[in-house]
């Protein structure tokens, strides 16, 4: 009999999937409950931040737990967006417009904003998510669409056992205070400056 889709064999002839675990495997760990959560921040002006945000996303779905991602000052496509289909534990929303913000935000990019953290507060206070992920929050935080204190009024009711995941360029110090992980993407390196433009699938 020919292998199913996404199985293969090992060198005993033991059925397993592509994640090198056998059915009875993935079946005994498909919940593994957060016994502690934490708040993690991903900021600095390199490449990565919400790349991160999404590989933690993955692993905390892998281990059968549910994730809501909120992208502020985000209306663009970007290929993530598609992960919901594959994962029916992912909620993934936007709260920004198509065009980045400038130096005078315009009224909508508040209204986005403000809508934004309300949501990301009902995911977490709601008792559904196992981690909740406010993606350029820290920008929308320099640009002054939200008011620190705000922000952190939200963290106050963080449940022990939700993991929350901050990121974005400019974290103020209070944000980096209250967090258990502070992680500094630094540019040493990036292509864009010889003229190469976001590719489908790597950059969005």
Request: charged share 30%.
């Amino acid at each position: 009999m020919g292998k199913g889709p996404g199985q293969r064999k090992d060198s005993g002839g033991k059925r397993l999937w592509r994640n090198g675990t056998s059915p009875a495997e993935r079946k005994e760990s498909r919940k593994m409950s957060i016994e502690k959560g934490y708040i993690q921040v991903y900021t600095g002006n390199g490449k990565g931040k919400t790349t991160a945000a999404l590989g933690v996303t993955l692993r905390c779905l892998c281990a059968g737990n549910r994730v809501f991602f909120g992208q502020f000052m985000k209306g663009q496509f970007y290929s993530e967006l598609r992960a919901a289909e594959y994962f029916p534990g992912l909620i993934m929303e936007q709260y920004g417009n198509a065009c980045f913000v400038g130096k005078d935000p315009a009224p909508e990019d508040f209204e986005g904003a403000r809508r934004g953290l309300e949501r990301v507060k009902e995911a977490l206070t709601g008792g559904e998510y196992d981690m909740v992920v406010f993606d350029e929050i820290n920008t929308a935080l320099f640009f002054h669409l939200l008011e620190v204190e705000d922000v952190l009024a939200v963290l106050d009711q963080k449940p022990e056992k939700t993991e929350v995941i901050l990121t974005g360029r400019y974290a103020p110090q209070e944000i980096l205070d209250r967090a258990d992980l502070v992680t500094e993407m630094k540019e040493i390196k990036h292509y864009y400056t010889k003229g190469v433009e976001a590719r489908t699938g790597i950059e969005n």
